[in-house]
C-alpha cells in the first residue's frame, strides 16, 4: 500500500507562482509513475502532469504547459508541481497519484494510489 500526503496548496494572486510537493511511502518510488490531477465542484478530475517511473519522461496537459513544471526527487520520495503564471481558472483541489503499473500517465484510472488533494486558489 503506498500513502501519498500532498503539501504547498494555498492563496495567491493571478500571475502568482505556488509549489506543491507530494510524499510517497510504503513502496521504492522509483518503481511509481507519478501524476498531478486537478477537480473543481461538478466536473470530473482532469489530468494537469505526469512524470515516468523510469526517464523522468514528463507530460502535460495543454492548459498548463510552459507554465507548470513537475519534478522528481527520488531520493526524497517527492513529486513537485512547480506552478507558474497562475490564472483564475487554475484554481481547483490538486491530487497526487501514483501508478504502480501503467505508463499511460494522462489516465486518472491509470492511477493506484491517491492523495486527499491540497486546494489551490487563484485569485483575479
Known amino acids: 500500500q503506498v500513502q501519498l500526503q500532498e503539501s504547498g496548496g494555498g492563496l495567491v494572486q493571478a500571475g502568482g507562482s505556488l509549489q506543491l510537493s507530494c510524499t510517497a511511502s510504503?513502496?521504492?518510488?522509483?518503481?511509481?509513475?507519478m501524476g498531478w490531477f486537478r477537480q473543481t465542484p461538478g466536473k470530473e478530475r482532469e489530468f494537469v502532469a505526469g512524470i515516468s517511473r523510469s526517464y523522468g519522461r514528463t507530460y502535460y496537459a495543454d492548459s498548463v504547459k510552459g507554465r507548470f513544471t513537475i519534478s522528481r526527487d527520488n531520493a526524497k520520495n517527492t513529486v513537485y508541481l512547480q506552478m507558474t503564471v497562475l490564472k483564475p481558472e487554475d484554481t481547483a483541489v490538486y491530487y497526487c497519484?501514483?501508478?504502480?503499473?501503467?505508463?499511460?500517465?494522462?489516465?486518472?484510472?491509470?492511477?493506484?494510489?491517491w492523495g486527499q488533494g491540497t486546494q489551490v486558489t487563484v485569485s483575479s
Open positions: 510504503g513502496r521504492t518510488f522509483s518503481t511509481l509513475g
Open positions: 497519484a501514483a501508478a504502480g503499473g501503467s505508463s499511460d500517465y494522462q489516465r486518472a484510472i491509470e492511477y493506484d494510489y
